[in-house]
């Protein structure tokens, strides 16, 4: 029986954030701040940063320790304030019944929750090690896209050409059954509603400018070094049995 998409899967509704605030749990080795099981419920307002799964200077020459440590420390952790904040707020509209603001609070919280989450799986996508993709996951690569090396060369041109800033992903489409690779402008637009995303690579220039400047393309072929493949093999494997709405 195949499995059905539960209550995590369907806040689409609010967006990328709620997609991904669902997926928490599913993902918690890379949110790293589960609180009792997958889909366990969490306090409104209170995300905390996830620390880092290596030490900052792990992925040179590849990615900087100046650029991660202020990448993890400064960004990601507004994000993660930016999105408790947006929390509370939509919480205190909900208890005066005072929507005069929902319009603003409500884009906060899909901006903030989408970069607390997609930089949470960012850094859990990344290893010293880097490698290859295997078994069911390489698998999945050559029907989505002909080969390991068409999915690499599209990954790195969809990367390499969001405009202004934004992130690759590739992700799981539960209503075809298959692997897609998007761009996401900013942290939640151009996005396909219902994907799961198991490879993100973030292009917004406070990844890469201290090392790469404005060679964008130079830190995706980077990044492409340092993918850790077996995370991205876990989160397939969680997913790639669900279906969408019919």
């Known amino acids: 029986m195949k499995n059905e998409i539960t209550r995590r899967d369907m806040m ?6 709620g997609v991904l605030i669902g997926m928490e749990g599913l993902y918690a080795s890379a949110q790293g701040q589960a609180t009792g099981g997958a889909g366990a419920p969490r306090p409104m ?26 990448h993890h420390s400064k960004h990601h952790a507004a994000y993660v ?15 005066s019944g005072d929507y005069s603001l929902i319009k603003h609070w409500s884009r906060e919280f899909a901006f903030h929750g989408s970069g607390h989450v997609l930089h949470s799986l960012y850094w859990a996508n990344l290893s010293p090690k880097g490698g290859e993709p295997k078994d069911d996951l390489l698998e999945a690569l050559k029907k989505g896209f002909g080969s390991f090396d068409q999915f690499r060369k599209q990954f790195v041109a969809a990367a390499n050409s969001v405009e202004a800033s934004g992130w690759g992903v ?3 489409e539960p209503y075809m059954g298959h692997l897609v690779i998007l761009q996401a402008e900013k942290h939640q637009d ?3 509603w219902g994907v799961f995303p198991l490879l993100v690579c973030d292009v ?16 995706v072929e980077a990044f492409m070094k340092i993918i850790h493949w077996e995370e991205v093999a876990k989160r397939y494997a ?9």
């Open 238 to 246: 969680k997913v790639k049995g669900l279906v969408g709405y019919r």
């Open 190 to 192: 151009l996005t396909l």
């Open 45 to 70: 307002g209170e995300c905390k940063l996830p620390p880092l799964p290596y030490p900052t200077d792990a992925l040179e020459p590849y990615l900087d320790k100046e650029t991660l440590a202020l």
């Open 81 to 95: 304030s930016g999105f408790n904040t947006a929390m509370k707020k939509l919480e205190e509209s909900r208890a």
């Open 204 to 219: 917004w220039e406070h990844a890469y400018y201290l090392k790469y400047q404005n060679r964008r393309l130079e830190y």
């Open 170 to 172: 590739l992700g799981y």
């Open 12 to 17: 689409k509704g609010l967006g990328l954030a």
